[in-house]
């Protein structure tokens, strides 16, 4: 994964003008674009497409210092106006390309990215692979913002709304693994970026042909394998960390890959103010 990464980055070098076929790539790679977006965000810390934009913008900026038109740099970069190119050149200068000509700078280079993997074996992975037939989540939903790190306040704030009997209602109606009660991301940003919405279930995982009550909502899960984590301690700290350590020491040691579907965290024990808890998080995956 490290190289595919490094192939990536190498691609964004030859491609600054253009737009990349990272799809294509990916096959080509031996991979998807799905996995290669999600373990970009996760190593190197912003998404793929922002580190592509700073990249241009690094470019950008030392042609900016010459005599070129305005237009005609805008366009080089792949951008169809010279408003369009300015406002992605402020969002990383934090200054219009005007001012930069006529000031030389300040400038905010993003340099060329490596990525190198460091074998430190620090974490713990207790993991085991389900092999899963379709089943459904059900329960209830909203949008969030997806957050790296910490509590989320706005899943806070919806858990707190149901009525307790709620809680002990869905417990109630889990036929399937994952068992218990379930944390559910869905429809999440490929690139994960932080602060886009994602749906988050509060709910249980049932059979396929389970009928559903009207007043509860409902994601479809394909059948495929999944790669099961156990966390315990700290809540949600333990769990973060493990989440940050499936990309950069699990999945880079190991034959799998992320695809498309949701991630479920069931909570199995906890504390009663929730300040520990042991959880598995449930990630989809398929063979690399």
Do not use: C
Request: charged share 25%; net charge negative.
């Amino acid at each position: 994964m490290i190289a595919t990464l490094n192939r990536v980055v190498d691609a964004v070098e030859e491609h600054l003008d253009a737009e990349i076929d990272l799809a294509s790539l990916a096959s080509e790679l031996g991979t998807t674009e799905y996995h290669v977006r999600r373990m970009f965000s996760s190593l190197a810390g912003m998404p793929l497409s922002e580190y592509i934009r700073r990249r241009r913008m690094t470019v950008a900026a030392a042609d900016l210092l010459g005599d070129d038109d305005l237009l005609d740099i805008a366009v080089r970069f792949g951008y169809s106006s010279t408003e369009a190119f300015g406002r992605a050149f402020r969002a990383v200068h934090g200054i219009s390309p005007g001012d930069a000509r006529r000031h030389g700078g300040p400038f905010r280079a993003q340099p060329h990215l490596r990525f190198r993997l460091t074998v430190e074996g620090n974490t713990i992975m207790k993991t085991r692979i389900a092999e899963r037939p379709a089943f459904r989540l059900i329960g209830h939903s909203t949008r969030v913002p997806l957050v790296h790190s910490g509590p989320n306040p706005a899943i806070q704030e919806f858990i707190a709304g149901l009525p307790p009997t709620e809680h002990a209602r869905l417990k109630s109606l889990g036929t399937s693994e994952p068992s218990g009660l379930l944390q559910v991301s869905a429809e999440v940003d490929t690139d994960y970026v932080e602060g886009s919405e994602l749906t988050y279930l509060h709910g249980v995982a049932v059979d396929a042909g389970a009928q559903v009550a009207p007043d509860l909502d409902v994601i479809d899960v394909e059948s495929g394998s999944w790669a099961v984590f156990l966390t315990e301690g700290p809540y949600p700290a333990a769990l973060q960390e493990t989440w940050a350590a499936t990309a950069t020491e699990w999945f880079p040691s190991n034959p799998w890959r992320l695809r498309p579907g949701p991630s479920i965290v069931s909570v199995l024990e906890r504390a009663d103010d929730f300040s520990t808890a042991t959880t598995e998080l449930w990630l989809p995956v398929e063979r690399a």
